[in-house]
Every structure is written in structure tokens, then in C-alpha cells.
């Protein structure tokens, strides 16, 4: 069978050629309209990106090439020992929008792994970092010191001819995406652990590979939650934050650590990824305030609390969807699953029965109902990953997955310089009230 890289080659004139056509027959054709205020509004609603590997349904979710989660999640080659997609098949999928044989997954596993190794300067670096720097930080600081050994940046010095960018991007996306195991589990082993990180294993799946680094790999389930986890949160289209800053700095040919560090950045914002930890810590709280199984006329309460003292209900609502996430569902049937009977799960069950009533007679959010990080934190907590400031750096190592893919194509589709034009709220008046 052939690599990705193979099967890349062959599709990138393919895709050039559909893109000319695209722009030829389609270019002056309009999207919709700007109004000011979705300028003020965050650019909420304005299309005015082209991300190839997801495309979000307000209603139906996401879907990778047209595959929605649940197809995935059948479709997608799975480990011997495990019923869950491989997030290496995943990857596959969003650069080709093909589904891979289980033997070019394999062959993606192996390649992550042989690729794995990380620079002992990187090493010294997260082992000096005070165990009370957030572990986002962390990760966005080794990161961008990875950049040490960015093909593409040594590519652009040597000169190189810009029809081959996406060679060299595409080998620092494999690489990036390879090392992030060990970073992430160094980060974690130093933080909350004594600081040693076992081995990578040549012939394990990425995800084994990382549940071993993090020291939870004899648990067999932990293994298939980390492949679904992975494989749910790689990719969610272009608007969000991460993806669009990966977008946004890659496009000033950045190389991809400088441009994967920086989406970073934005994903350890509360209102983002770092909303997996703040949804476990606000029901901690509660259980301190309200108790372990409290009424649901209590949970009622303290939801309106959160809101009253002017805060957000983290884990719930989304600027696109206007449905219950599918992630959030896919994570759902998991700990029905394997964690039933769990009581941190029953907590999160109460939750999802009050809380959208509770935003809708709230009626200020668009959407009331949950989103992926409403769900994350109590699998991870169930198989004793309790520690939730760590949360947000695996949403990082598979939100990966999803923004090297389309950062590929975006060097290989020759996109240009991101420059939106902006304007002044003097400017405004001067168009509108005409002095
Ligand atoms: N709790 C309380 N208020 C909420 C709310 C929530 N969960 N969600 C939205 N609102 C409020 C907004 O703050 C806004 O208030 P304002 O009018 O006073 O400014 C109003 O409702 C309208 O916002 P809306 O258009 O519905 O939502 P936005 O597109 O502006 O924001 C996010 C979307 C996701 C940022 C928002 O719903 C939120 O803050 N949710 C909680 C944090 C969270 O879970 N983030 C994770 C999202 C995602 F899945 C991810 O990136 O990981």
C-alpha cells in the first residue's frame, strides 16, 4: 500500500487544478454579507475561510470529509485489541479525505513513533520549568523550542522554490505531531509525577504510546478512551481559535512549531480548551457547596448562581452549533459504556437534564446545550488522570492532528498572507452617518 506521503503527492496537483477551477468558474461569486455588526461581533457568522478536512453543522456537528463521528468511529481501522478509531487513521483521513487500510495506519503508527525523539535541549528545558508554570504554558514553550529543527524554516534559508514548501511542511507536521507524546507526557511525569518517562514503544499505536508515557497504559479501556479522545478533538473547521491561529501564523510562513505553539496559546483560554478544566473544577465546587448527590432543584441553583455572579456555565454553549455536540455524545456513550455506574458521570448526566433549561430561560446564549469539554474531564478523572490543569494538553496534542493537516495544504495550495481589512469605530460613523 502507499505512505500518506505518496498518496499526498499524488493528490496535491489534483487538488491545485480543482482549486484553479473552483476560483475560475466560482471566484466572483459572494459568500454573504458583512454587516458591522459582525464586525463588533467577533466575526461571528462571516465566511471568509476555506478549511479542507472539517466542515461544522450547527445542527448535525462535525464532519471529517463528510465522515460524521459516528462514521468514523465505525469506519476507521481500530487496534487489534481495541474497538475505537486509531487517531493515526484519523489523520489519514483529514489530509486525504480518503479512509486508510488498517496497514497504512500501522504503517503511520510506526512512523510517529520512529519520529518520536525529542532534543535533550528540549528535555532540560520543560525540567526547568517550575512545577507551578500551567502545563498549557509549558507545552507552548517546548513547542516552539522544537522549531530548533523545523525543515521548513532551514528549507526557507537554503531558498527553496515555494511549489516545494509543502514537502518540508509536511515533514515537520510528521514530526511535530510524533514528538508531542513525549513532551506532553514529560510535562505531565515532571508535574505530578517523580519526573521519569519510559520509552516509546516502535510497534504501539500513538495513543498507547502516550497512555504509557503518561503511566496508564495497563489499563486497556484508558487506552481506547485516549483513541476516541484523540480522534474527537482533532479537528472542529477553520473559525475556532486554535485552528485559525495555526491558520493565521503558518500564513506568514511561520513554520508549524511556531505556528502550532502560538494556537496553543489561544487553546489554554478558558472560553476554548482550557474549558476541559474549568467544567471539573466547577463541579467540585458544587459537589463542596451542594454535596455529592444533590437534588436537581439544588443543581438548578447553583447554575443560576454561576450565571448571577456575571460567569460562564463552562462546557456549555457553542458560537456554531445549536445542538448537543456529538463529541460530547460519542464521550457519553463511552462512559455509559465502561462507567455507568460512576457517580462523577451521574453528576454530569444531572447536568446535561437542568443546565440547557436553565441557559434557555437564561435567554442569553445562542446555544444551551453541551459542547466536547462538558464530557472530557470525567472519563479522565474515572481512570485517576484527576489532575485537571493537565486536561487541556491533550486537547492540544489532538487538536494537532486537525491543524498540521490543512497547514499542509494550506503551503500546498499556495494560500497567501492572511490580511483581513479592519476598521475604525470613527471610520464607521464617518460611512454611515455621512460627516
Ligand atoms: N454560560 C453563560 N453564558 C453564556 C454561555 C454559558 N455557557 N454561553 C454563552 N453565554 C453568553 C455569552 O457570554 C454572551 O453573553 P453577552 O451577551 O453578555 O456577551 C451571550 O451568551 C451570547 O453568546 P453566544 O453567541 O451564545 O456564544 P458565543 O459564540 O459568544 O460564545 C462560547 C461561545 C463557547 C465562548 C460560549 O458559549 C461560552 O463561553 N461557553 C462556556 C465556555 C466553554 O464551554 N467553552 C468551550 C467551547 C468549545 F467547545 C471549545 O472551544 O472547546
Known amino acids: 500500500p502507499k505512505t500518506l506521503k505518496e498518496r499526498l503527492s499524488e493528490l496535491v496537483p489534483e487538488k491545485q487544478e480543482e482549486i484553479k477551477k473552483i476560483k475560475k468558474e466560482h471566484g466572483a461569486k459572494s459568500l454573504g454579507n458583512v454587516t458591522v455588526d459582525m464586525a463588533y461581533g467577533g466575526m461571528r457568522g462571516i465566511k471568509g475561510l476555506i478549511w479542507e478536512g472539517s466542515v461544522l453543522d450547527p445542527d448535525e456537528g462535525i464532519e471529517f470529509h463528510d465522515y460524521t463521528i459516528n462514521e468514523c468511529r465505525e469506519l476507521l481501522p481500530k487496534a487489534d485489541d481495541g474497538e475505537e478509531p486509531l487517531p493515526e487513521g484519523l489523520f489519514w483521513l483529514l489530509v486525504t479525505g480518503e479512509i486508510p487500510s488498517k496497514e497504512q495506519v500501522q504503517a503511520l503508527s510506526a512512523e510517529f513513533a520512529a519520529r518520536s525523539a525529542i532534543p535533550s535541549f528540549v528535555e532540560d528545558l520543560i525540567d526547568r520549568c517550575p512545577n507551578t508554570l500551567h502545563p498549557m504554558s509549558q507545552f507552548s514553550l517546548a513547542v516552539t523550542a522544537l522549531q530548533h529543527d523545523s525543515n521548513f524554516a532551514k528549507a526557507y534559508q537554503t531558498g527553496v522554490n515555494k511549489n516545494e514548501y509543502w514537502l518540508y511542511l509536511y515533514e515537520d507536521a510528521m514530526d511535530l505531531i510524533s514528538k508531542l507524546p513525549n513532551v506532553a507526557g514529560r510535562i505531565y511525569r515532571n508535574v505530578y509525577k517523580d519526573g521519569k518517562v519510559p520509552p516509546i514503544e516502535p510497534d504501539r499505536d500513538y495513543s498507547y504510546n502516550l497512555a504509557k508515557i503518561l503511566g496508564y497504559s495497563d489499563n486497556k479501556d484508558f487506552v481506547e478512551l485516549l483513541r476516541l479522545y484523540l480522534t474527537i478533538h482533532s479537528d472542529h473547521e477553520g473559525g475556532n481559535v486554535s485552528a485559525h491561529t495555526t491558520r493565521l501564523v503558518g500564513s506568514a510562513l511561520s513554520d508549524p512549531f511556531l505556528a502550532f505553539s502560538a494556537a496553543l496559546n489561544g487553546l489554554a483560554g478558558p472560553l476554548h480548551g482550557l474549558a476541559n478544566q474549568e467544567v471539573v473544577r466547577w463541579i467540585f465546587h458544587m459537589k463542596d457547596v451542594i454535596g455529592e448527590s444533590p437534588s436537581d432543584e439544588t443543581v438548578k441553583e447553583y447554575v443560576w448562581n454561576t450565571l448571577k455572579s456575571g460567569k460562564v456555565v463552562p ?73 485537571q490543569n493537565y486536561y487541556t494538553v491533550l486537547f492540544g496534542v489532538s487538536r494537532s492532528l486537525g491543524v498540521l493537516s490543512q497547514l499542509i495544504w494550506d503551503r500546498a495550495l499556495g494560500f497567501p498572507i492572511e490580511r483581513p481589512k479592519s476598521y475604525s469605530s470613527a471610520l464607521i460613523r464617518k460611512m454611515f452617518e455621512g460627516q
Open 315 to 387: 462546557g456549555y454553549g457553542h458560537a456554531v452549533l445549536r445542538k448537543t455536540d456529538p463529541r460530547y455524545t460519542a464521550q457519553r456513550d463511552f462512559a455509559l459504556k465502561h462507567l455507568p455506574n460512576d457517580p462523577l458521570f451521574k453528576l454530569v448526566s444531572q447536568l446535561y437534564n437542568i443546565v440547557p433549561g436553565v441557559l434557555h430561560e437564561h435567554g442569553r446564549t445562542k446555544n444551551p446545550w453541551p459542547n466536547v469539554d462538558a464530557h472530557s474531564g470525567v472519563l479522565l478523572q474515572y481512570y485517576g488522570l484527576v489532575e
